[in-house]
Structures are given as C-alpha cells and as structure tokens.
C-alpha cells in the first residue's frame, strides 16, 4: 500500500507534508485518519485507522502480568497521537514524538506496505549505511523456503 523513500522536512509549525503518493493511496482507500507512535529503530510508525486498529488488537493478546508485555504495550500505545491530515496533506508530529526519533527539520518519510515510517534524515542514513550490508543475507534467512 505505502511504498518509497521521500525526503521532506517539518515547517516551523511542527507540520510534515506527506508524500503526494501516500496522499493518493489515502484517498483511494478512504483514508481519512492516521496513528503516529514510536516506533523501533528510533523512527516513528504512522498506521492507517484500519490497520491501527489491527496492530491494537494483536498487541492485546500480549500477556500483562508479564513486565515486558506491561512495558512495551504502555509506551507504545502511550505514543500514540491521532493525526488528520488537513488539505494539503499536512500533520502535526506531536514534540514529544520529534524528540523520541531525534526528529528537527530535515526527515525521511519511508512506505513500508501496511505502515508509513518517518525517521530524522540522520537516523535514517545511519540505519541504510549500517543494513545496506546484510540486506542480501537477511533476504536469504527471510525468504528461503
């Protein structure tokens, strides 16, 4: 569904545009309303309602009496920041988001399927310099049958 590597930065609102192809796959699902949370790797995750809701339901099964359960659930979904798009495909990236993905002014904004993922431009030549490597091993493990 969301796919590709787009460079764009935050305005001095605190306001990210989304890629015009993430704008267009969003209309054409009735896409109204996302879900920005922390997400690993210090990037955020940015879920469609319908596949928040997804996520949520799966991440309820996770026992609580068990303390990484408790912690993972309570600061994944404690991040969670509903965001509407306004017309010219703008959000608003919560501050407390910004400083968790070590977010300022100049970002990534990278389709992985079923999430959108947005990294500080930094973070996120550190993570391709550092996978680029072993992309063709982990694809190997991954995907031998």
């Known amino acids: 569904m969301f796919y590709g590597e787009y460079q764009h930065s935050i305005d001095r609102k605190g306001r990210l545009i989304l890629p015009a192809r993430f704008r267009e796959v969003a209309k054409s699902n009735f896409i109204e309303k996302f ?16 596949e928040w809701k997804s ?3 799966k991440l309820k099964s996770i026992s609580f009496t068990k303390p990484q359960g408790r912690t993972f659930n309570r600061l994944y979904f404690s991040g969670a920041h509903e965001v509407i798009p306004d017309r010219q495909g703008r959000i608003i990236v919560a501050q407390y988001l910004k400083d968790f993905a070590d977010i300022k002014k ?8 079923n999430r959108i993922e947005i990294w500080s431009k930094d973070n996120w030549h550190d993570f391709y310099a550092n996978s680029k490597a072993s992309f063709e091993e982990t694809a190997q493990a991954l995907l031998e049958e």
């Open 35 to 50: 879900f920005v949370t922390r997400g690993l790797d210090k990037c955020l995750f940015m879920f469609s309602e319908e």
């Open 55 to 57: 996520q949520e339901n």
């Open 106 to 113: 100049d970002v990534v904004v990278v389709g992985v399927s």
